[in-house]
């Protein structure tokens, strides 16, 4: 009996070992498993490509770089190229900080040798009057900030009322969509910005001409007409 006895507890401890041994290797399984799902999710997350930033992404033509230009117009002369949609910064040497622009749309391009009369952080909107008679819904006035069409900073070049400034709409660079002023986008235009000054030279070229720094005739704006387009209304 003792013999039987010693065997049946021996048993039992060895099912109670078995037990335990299987439950820890399932928990162990199981806390592997979600830890594995968790990481891959968190790996998913971290790695998965940023769609915005793909969308928004400019060509490579259109990002800020330094090029050869040759002009004999003095370093600082800001030079826009309106066909090609470039706006130029003269570096001097024969390069230039070439950057991707927005111009005007069809009726709105226009040329001339202009300088900037004044710079603004995070302008406010006040569309002009022939604006406004174009598209009377517009708003009259739209404060500084992330949402307004001037973007992060404005040069305002005198005798006119053009401006190169910011956007809010990135994808419109490289595009004739606007009412006649040089769009950049927000990083581009703050660089700009901080190299220029009031008085710095700003030569627009025509439609027509590219690659130049001739002085040039003003040619006149016609107005147009269309439907309302956040992208065409500065």
């Known amino acids: 009996m003792s013999n ?15 037990g335990a041994a299987l439950w820890t290797t399932t928990a162990q399984s199981q806390v592997l498993a979600m830890s594995m799902n968790q990481n891959s999710g968190s790996i998913s997350r971290d790695h998965a490509p940023d769609e915005t930033a793909v969308a928004t992404e400019a060509p490579a033509r259109l990002r800020r770089q330094v090029v050869d230009y040759s002009t004999a117009e003095a370093p600082g002369t800001v030079i826009i190229d309106t066909p090609n949609t470039y706006l130029y910064f003269v570096i001097g040497g024969g390069k230039a900080l070439r950057y991707g622009i927005g ?15 004044r710079k603004s952080e995070w302008p406010d909107w006040i569309p002009p009057s022939d604006m406004l008679q174009r598209q009377p819904y517009l708003p009259r006035f739209v404060a500084g900030g992330p949402g307004n069409p001037l973007g992060a900073r404005a040069m305002y070049l005198g005798g006119t009322v053009y401006r190169i400034h910011g956007t809010n709409a990135p994808d419109t660079i490289g595009r004739q969509v606007s009412s006649g002023c040089i769009r950049m986008v927000n990083d581009d235009v703050i660089d700009l910005y901080n190299r220029t000054h009031v008085g710095t030279k700003v030569i627009v070229l025509p439609m027509e001409q590219h690659h130049t720094a001739q002085a040039l ?18």
């Open 4 to 18: 039987i006895r010693q065997i049946v507890r021996g048993a039992g401890t060895a099912l109670v070992l078995a």
């Open 103 to 117: 111009v005007g749309r069809e009726g709105f391009t226009w040329s001339g040798v202009k300088s900037i009369e």
């Open 217 to 234: 005739v003003a040619i006149p704006t016609p107005a147009a007409s269309g439907r309302f387009r956040a992208a065409s209304l500065y």
